[in-house]
């Protein structure tokens, strides 16, 4: 079944908030970055990350940060320029799960500085997305390795 | 453990600053970058098989989609409201995996890219990722003055 599309400012919006709390993370787990433990900034994470796979999993729409954005945000906006399907956004998502997880299991296996390198990387992410509206779906071409000419 | 933020000393202090201010920075300017390559017209000399253009068009607008692509959706409103604006051109639209030999060709590394292709294959603007409605029209303002000129060249 296909989903109905979406506002494109309500994954902004919930990207806005994911990279404060990454930065929340980069904060608490900077100064005991080299001696990795269970502490305020991985438990931070562990919540991002859930928050990642909720977004992975049930869509942005039906996300907290979609609702948030439904209901305290979007009443004040005007109508959007044009509205995006949810696999997008949902890509974007499964994408800061695998690099957010990355993080929260390294860290647990006392891996230095994992934890504040992947906040970082999600980060980065994260922040493209909320201030400059970057769809990571739509360059990952650009990452990938060019076709073998057959 | 939340009130500890609260015991450091200012140097510890500072290197969580010094972090998140480079982070700032970087991503900013990393944005400021992708921000730029987005309606970035670029021009390669090389054609497109007339058999992926509307038949019956001096201009086609051939875009290249992709599944995850947020934008593609704007981008298919943008040029098929662009094609009927304007006579004689029509709008294609292609998923990225359709047409390998283009992407090859014209280094497509991005969804949505977007040709300008005359009626025998000829690639007058390539555009990547999105842009505005007035850049199309301009584009395709341009390639008509040069279509045109091309035609003063000959007698009939």
New interface residues.
Partial sequence: MKSK?ID?RGPRFGATITSVAL?VV???G??AASTPQI??AWWTLVAVTALFAWGAILGPARHPYGWLFKFLVRPFLSAP?????Q???R?AQAVGLFVSLVGVVLHLVAIPYAL?VAA?AA??AA??NA??G?????????A?P??P?S | ??F??FD?TWS?MS??LV??IS??V???A???W??RQQGRVTHTKADISPSLLAAGHWLTLVQVS?????????MR?ILSQAATRHDGVAHVEYD?SEI?EV??KFH?????TTFLVEADGRVAHQIG?ATNPRAIDELIELTRVDVEQRADEYEI
């Fill in positions: 599309p494109p930065l980069i904060w608490l900077l100064p502490d305020a320029e044009f509205l995006e399907e696999a997008p956004p890509f504040v970082a980060f980065i922040f493209l201030a400059f970057l769809c990571l779906g739509c360059e990952i071409y650009a990938l060019k076709r000419r | 453990m939340v500890q933020i450091l510890a290197e969580q972090v998140i982070l700032l970087v991503a900013s990393a944005g400021v992708w921000k992709s599944p995850l692509c947020s934008y593609c959706g704007a409103g990225i390998p992407v090859d497509v590394r991005q969804t949505p990722g």
